[in-house]
């Protein structure tokens, strides 16, 4: 029995030295001996292993940069201006809306292939700063406009004019391995620390017999944990269907601030102050085409990506909260947790063009 074992041992380790001496005459077999420079390529994985999509160029920094041009819309809920009130007490009274646009911005970004295991490490930086406008007048047939905006908890007037100025910047640390689950089908979990500032100014003047004016301003920071995954079918010619995912969960910390005042009466004024945390929500979702080719006898590869981008960041209009605090006191400064709150969400979505080199 005990010399069944040796000769299973024996021959066990001449089939170890045959697959080793077969994995170096094949990895000699793709030097290429015109840039001294080599093509490692795994050699008899193990059936279960999920062979890496890494992108492999020729005598590779193993870095890459990419530069997207994105046009979004950002819509925040609760930011009307006010409702026109009808001389009809039965008609309805219709809501006076901002006429949000889509807006030009970018991303940029850099990464790095890890030699261990076909990781990518990234690095991006999302920009997206805007202002916008919006005006309005009581039509014929309405009364005036009722805006909560102001100290009285129903202003009327009959114009009414708001600026808001949007600012957004968010960081983002990925790290990600893609490898095939089928011939055509390529998976790759992300792990990802993520976070920024999100900047905002809402001013508004209301014309009564003088003007009334309302500056509302609030500065956020975030940051947080983010997990997601992407996935890619690839057709032929180097093109393929991506779509992506992840959801953040990120601490963020708001400063808000509310200043209001009548031209006309100048003691009649208020300020109000609000520092609040919360745990927010962070939904992202892609789709995107892509081609890609190889360059310079495989030195260089490109990539061209145009994708449609959903970004749903929850509870963020902190100005909200600040029309029932200056009823109370047109004066004061509060510090409380809105994890119950319920003030108005931050949707982003729109186009985004890509291109990618790695090198």
């Not at 001294?36 to 890494?54: A, M, W």
């Not at 590779?60 to 007490?89: D, P, T, W």
């Not at 990518?120 to 039509?139: E, N, V």
């Amino acid at each position: 029995m005990i010399k069944n074992y040796k000769i299973i041992s024996i021959l066990i380790f001449i089939t170890q030295l045959t697959f080793l001496f077969s994995d170096e005459f094949e990895f000699e077999n793709n030097q290429i001996n015109n840039t001294n420079c080599e093509v490692k390529q795994p050699i008899n994985l193990d059936p279960i292993y999920n062979f890496g999509n890494s992108i492999d160029t020729i005598c590779s920094k193993r870095m890459y940069n990419f530069a997207s041009f994105v046009y979004y819309q950002a819509i925040e809920q609760n930011l009307e201006l006010g409702i026109f009130r009808a001389l009809n007490r039965n008609n309805k009274s219709p809501s006076i809306n901002i006429e949000f646009n889509f807006e030009p911005g970018f991303i940029l970004g850099m990464g790095y292939h890890l030699d261990n295991d076909k990781i990518d490490m990234l690095f991006k930086y999302t920009f997206l700063h805007f202002t916008k406008q919006t005006t309005s007048s009581a039509p014929s047939g309405m009364q005036r406009i009722i805006t909560p905006w102001f100290d009285e908890n129903t202003l009327f007037t009959l114009r009414i004019e708001s600026t808001w100025k949007f600012k957004y910047d968010f960081f983002d640390i990925e790290f990600k391995r893609e490898s095939f689950s089928s011939k055509k089908l390529i998976i790759a979990p992300i792990i990802a620390l993520s976070g920024g500032f999100i900047r905002q100014k809402y001013d508004l003047i209301a014309t009564l017999s003088n003007k009334v004016n309302s500056s509302n301003r609030n500065r956020s920071y975030l940051i947080g944990p983010k997990v997601g995954i992407n996935s890619s079918w690839i057709f032929n010619n180097g093109f393929d269907v991506t779509l992506n995912s992840s959801i953040a969960f990120l601490y963020q910390n708001f400063s808000t601030q509310r200043q209001a005042q009548r031209l006309d009466i100048t003691s009649l004024s208020s300020n109000v102050k609000e520092n609040s945390e919360q745990i927010t929500p962070n939904a992202y979702l892609s789709l995107a085409l892509r081609y890609g080719k190889y360059l310079d006898e495989k030195r260089k590869y490109v990539s061209f990506l145009a994708s449609y981008d959903f970004n749903y960041l929850f509870n963020q209009n902190s100005f909200a909260n600040l029309q029932s605090i200056s009823a109370q006191n047109p004066n004061s400064e509060v510090s409380r947790n809105r994890a119950d709150s319920n003030l108005g969400d931050l949707f982003l979505h729109g186009l985004n063009l890509t291109f990618y080199l790695s090198y």
